[in-house]
């Protein structure tokens, strides 16, 4: 589908003559945009005859693939980039400590407590989850999900990349990827076979030392684990200490690394607090969208391309309002169908995370800096240093493992956090706790999503499914390996809380 929507108008040279060929001008730089798209919408177009700006490619949404595309799309000055965000940028008055929020690593729960940058979506109950609605936060905000994410940097298994290549997905093997993932890194550690050193994506590693973490390592080997010094390097496999998207002491979205540092060229223009609501096609190629801004509504066109970047949820949304997706269900919505194509809202599938947590024998958690008077000590730290427990996500160890001999590469996820979060962060923590996040790393349960009307504003209808699958015994057998972990090691003699 996003093949689609790549269609451009007009051909690489034919749009580049395009853009050389234009009169009206409104931009900075006279050589970049155009005012004009009405000469090449047909009568069925809907802004024929309009005076409207085009641009060579519009970009909706600036979360981490938009400011990615932003950047390497503007590297080109004959090309022009018009990126869409719903939300706001993520500085206020310029400064990133007035976005701190965003920024401080170890503020990450407070954004998914509210929706200020964040979607908030939530999923239809889940029959096999005892009818649990499911909270999915997702970021609305420059930056997108990488603005209010929790920094853990995991790039997957090989294998899992050549099984993608062996399924179809040509030059997605492991080998095509890694040259990708060194070119954008730039790893604390220095440049290696697999870590980058020059990218825009800095990535460290924690630096709080705290005992839990080195307790968490220790006790995983000592239950047989192995240790792996680098989980994105040679061996996945085991546990160790996490890669993070943090950058002397602050998060490192794809908007610090990607968008921010480029926003000085003049073949890029921004909007923000633009909710975009439709696309616009010429027969069914993809031309520009529409979209909302201070009330107004608006139109843009693309010369090229119009790429969609809005995230797993919104894309497809916005395709299924613009009259892309399953033909019976627009119609009963009463949307116009551009193209019948079903797999748009089809097979969705999310891992689930589990944290067993565990009460503490010691006070040695983060419980302690919960607590009104430390964090006010370490906001100010980290304002004023950016150094500290602020400058740190926590989630510095984890590993990786499998769930049975046979199966052939890990298919569970560890993280670990010495402190307890519940909700989302949405409840206070109880105790002095720690938990370890258990994720699934192959759910085969699969779902859907679809419009529950033609109004932009109203999210979607989201059904993951979880579970459904009947592999619920599998998901029990997570649960007993971080007890396991835990027993080995003296820190950890209580039972779970949760
Ligand atoms: C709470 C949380 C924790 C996570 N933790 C990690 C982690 O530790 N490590 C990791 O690797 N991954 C993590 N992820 C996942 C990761 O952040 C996402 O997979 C990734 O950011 C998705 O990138 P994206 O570009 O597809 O979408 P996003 O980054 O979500 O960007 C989409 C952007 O498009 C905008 N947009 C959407 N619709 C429209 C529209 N109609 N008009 C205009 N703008 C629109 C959105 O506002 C948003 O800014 C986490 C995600 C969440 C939510």
Not at 41 to 69: D, E, F, H, R, W
Not at 133 to 156: E, K, Q
């Amino acid at each position: 589908m996003t093949t689609m929507l790549s269609y451009a108008m007009l051909g690489q040279t034919g749009a580049r003559q395009l853009v050389s060929r234009t009169r009206g001008r409104f931009m900075r730089d006279s050589r970049c945009f155009s005012a004009t798209a009405a000469h090449w919408n047909s009568s069925a177009s809907p802004a024929a005859n309009q005076k409207t700006p085009s641009y060579s490619y519009i970009i909706v949404g600036a979360g981490s693939a938009g400011c990615v595309l932003a950047n390497r799309l503007t590297e080109d000055a004959h090309e022009s980039v018009l990126l869409l965000e719903a939300g706001p940028k993520d500085m206020l008055l310029g400064s990133l400590r007035l976005s701190w929020k965003i920024h401080m690593p170890a503020a990450l729960t407070y954004n998914l407590c509210d929706d200020k940058y964040n979607w908030y979506y939530h999923t239809l109950p889940q029959a096999h989850m005892d009818n649990r609605v499911m909270y999915w936060p997702r970021g609305r905000v420059w930056g997108g999900s990488s603005s209010l994410n929790a920094m853990v940097y995991i790039r997957g298994h090989a294998e899992d990349y050549n099984r993608w290549q062996r399924e179809g997905a040509e030059g997605w093997d492991y080998e095509h990827c890694l040259p990708y993932f060194r070119k954008a890194q730039c790893h604390e550690l220095g440049e290696d076979r697999y870590r980058g050193g020059s990218g825009p994506l800095h990535v460290s590693r924690g630096r709080t030392n705290h005992p839990l973490h080195k307790a968490f390592i220790e006790a995983g080997q000592q239950a047989g684990y192995p240790f792996t010094d680098d989980m994105n390097g040679y061996q996945q496999e085991g546990l160790g200490w996490m890669d993070m998207t943090i950058y002397k002491g602050k998060r490192w979205s794809t908007a610090s690394a990607y968008l921010r540092p480029v926003l000085g060229r003049p073949n890029l223009k921004t909007e923000v607090h633009c909710l975009t609501t439709k696309i616009l096609f010429d027969g069914n190629r993809a031309v520009g969208v529409e979209y909302t801004q201070d009330g107004q509504k608006k139109r843009v066109f693309a010369d090229k391309e119009v790429i969609l970047s809005g995230g797993a949820i919104n894309s497809p949304h916005l395709l299924m309002l613009s009259g892309v997706g399953n033909a019976d269900d627009l119609k009963q919505l009463g949307i116009p169908v551009v193209q019948h194509l079903p797999g748009v809202g089809s097979n969705l599938q999310d891992h689930l995370e589990l944290y067993v947590q565990q009460q503490c024998t010691q006070p040695i958690s983060l419980y302690k800096s919960q607590k009104p008077f430390h964090m006010v000590k370490i906001g100010l730290e980290w304002l004023t240093l950016f150094t500290g427990y602020g400058a740190t996500a926590h989630l510095e160890s984890g590993g990786f493992i499998r769930s049975r001999p046979h199966v052939s590469h890990p298919d569970i996820q560890f993280h670990f956090l010495p402190s307890q979060v519940i909700d989302h962060g949405r409840v206070a923590s109880k105790m002095e706790a720690y938990q370890v996040h258990v994720g699934p790393m192959r759910s085969t349960s699969i779902g859907w999503m679809k419009l529950k009307s033609s109004n932009p504003l109203d999210h979607p209808i989201l059904q993951p499914n979880y579970l459904s699958n009947g592999k619920i015994q599998s998901l029990n057998f997570q649960e007993t390996i971080p007890s396991t972990v835990f027993r080995a090691y003296p820190y950890f003699p209580r039972k779970s809380t949760t």
